[in-house]
């Protein structure tokens, strides 16, 4: 899979890696979904599946500097994903 880095982000360099990414991400929505419907609790369901997911990521990378470099980008992209949106329309006034 390759990446180009734009600014502190990366994108997806081709239309299907980019079609992949995007059904990866439906998909593991959907299971986080399923582990809630059947009970699963939340903290040993995620550290069971991050903990395969990472395995997998380990086991099939040529190098641990590429699977830490996938696991960086993941990182940065979970943390911009996740914060909040902040509108500033004065130094004193803030929406979220």
Known sequence: MSFKKHGNAFSVADEKDEE????AVECVQELLEEFNSVGLREAPALGGALTQMLTHLI???PDTQTAMGLLSMCLSNAAIKAEPTVFEIS???KFH
């Open 20 to 23: 992949d990414f995007f059904t």
């Open 59 to 61: 086991i099939n990378s």
């Open 91 to 93: 130094p004193s006034k």
